[in-house]
């Protein structure tokens, strides 16, 4: 199975950027969906964004117009900028990954996970 490992996270003002990444221990792209979760203390965990294996991209409502997600293939590496944050946004962040046979379709549960990386606003 592919490992994750998530970087980047850090303790910053208000309105504020910063870019979260998650390096995987071999290429993705031809197999598995890729997120980005994140979960505040007593809240539950939620989902930011996640990559289809066709490319397409989907956010949540809280963070459309301000979070990106981009992955570079050739790197391994999948990439969160988070621009106008808020004290809202803090939060572990987590990368995750689960296999699908379908380019256009995510499984719902994701199977693997990064050990977090902590973002403070």
């Known amino acids: 199975h592919v490992q994750l490992v998530e970087s980047g996270g850090a303790s910053v003002q208000a309105g504020k950027s910063l870019r979260l990444s998650c390096a995987a221990s071999?290429?993705?792209?031809?197999?598995?969906?890729l997120a980005w979760f994140r979960q505040a203390p007593g809240k539950e965990r939620e989902g930011v964004a996640r990559?289809?294996?066709?490319?397409?991209?989907s956010y949540a409502d809280s963070v459309k117009g301000r979070f990106t997600t981009a992955k570079d293939d050739a790197k391994k590496v999948l990439f969160l900028e988070m621009h106008s944050l808020k004290p809202e946004d803090t939060a572990m962040y987590y990368c995750?990954?689960?296999?699908?046979?379908?380019?256009?379709?995510?499984?719902?549960?994701?199977?693997?996970w990064g050990q977090g990386t902590q973002v403070t606003v």
């Open positions: 071999r290429h993705t792209h031809s197999r598995y969906c």
């Open positions: 990559i289809m294996r066709n490319g397409e991209i």
């Open positions: 995750a990954a689960v296999e699908s046979s379908l380019r256009s379709f995510c499984p719902p549960r994701f199977t693997i």
